[in-house]
T-cell receptor, first 113, second 112 residues
Framework: ETGVTQSPTHLIKTRGQQVTLRCSSQSGHNTVSWYQQALGQGPQFIFQYYREEENGRGNFPPRFSGLQFPNYSSELNVNALELDDSALYLC????????????FGNGTRLTVT | DQQVKQNSPSLSVQEGRISILNCDYTNSMFDYFLWYKKYPAEGPTFLISISSIKDKNEDGRFTVFLNKSAKHLSLHIVPSQPGDSAVYFCAASANTGNQFYFGTGTSLTVIP
């Protein structure tokens, strides 16, 4: 069983640039969520995709957007990067919408300078 | 507004003894709870879950207890091992919702 994989592992961008992070969900999982984890904090929900449609969104501005593909892989796009966007971005997949745990990838460490 | 709180940033326990990690929540709609372990440079690893219809769930050395009236859950690790040293996060969700709310984590150190 292949787990959740994320790419790249590390990324350095300049303020104002755009970034795309990628995630392959665990086999058999049709729901993908993205979380942002700042230093010393717990993961914060960005949004969730279920069968290619956005299924919920946390308190993040519209410059955070995403996609889910037919094979249930996903992308997180962030436009107009700000210094505060520097964080660990975690992708998680789960089987169906409720009653099952999230399984996380190892994350992408984004640094905005 | 922090709906899930872990009030102990750190905990040290002797190898072989019990580790007890605590978590409080404020939203009475939460009905599904998870515990995760996180090593540096890795993503959180799922440990154990509990739904609100139960008050206890066991998996090997790990037991989670849920006290709905107090809005409190705890993770017991018995016996503690040095490999258990990591940051532990609790998370909660409502069945009608689609997001998990995480605490800020407790760093556990198991001393050999």
């Amino acid at each position: 069983e292949t787990g959740v994989t994320q790419s790249p592992t590390h990324l350095i961008k300049t303020r104002g640039q755009q970034v795309t992070l990628r995630c392959s969900s665990q086999s058999g999982h049709n729901t993908v969520s993205w979380y942002q984890q700042a230093l010393g904090q717990g993961p914060q929900f960005i949004f969730q995709y279920y069968r290619e449609e956005e299924n919920g969104r946390g308190n993040f501005p519209p410059r955070f957007s995403g996609l889910q593909f037919p094979n249930y892989s996903s992308e997180l796009n962030v436009n107009a990067l700000e210094l505060d966007d520097s964080a660990l971005y975690l992708c998680a997949s789960r089987q169906d919408l409720t009653g099952s745990p999230l399984h996380f990838g190892n994350g992408t460490r984004l640094t905005v300078t | 507004d922090q709906q899930v709180k872990q009030n102990s940033p750190s905990l040290s326990v002797q190898e072989g003894r019990i580790s007890i990690l605590n978590c409080d929540y404020t939203n009475s709609m939460f009905d599904y709870f998870l515990w995760y372990k996180k090593y540096p440079a890795e993503g959180p690893t799922f440990l154990i879950s509990i739904s609100s219809i139960k008050d206890k769930n066991e998996d090997g050395r790990f037991t989670v207890f849920l006290n709905k009236s107090a809005k409190h859950l705890s993770l017991h690790i018995v016996p503690s091992q040095p490999g258990d040293s990591a940051v532990y996060f609790c998370a909660a969700s409502a069945n009608t919702g689609n997001q998990f709310y995480f605490g800020t984590g407790t760093s556990l150190t198991v001393i050999p």
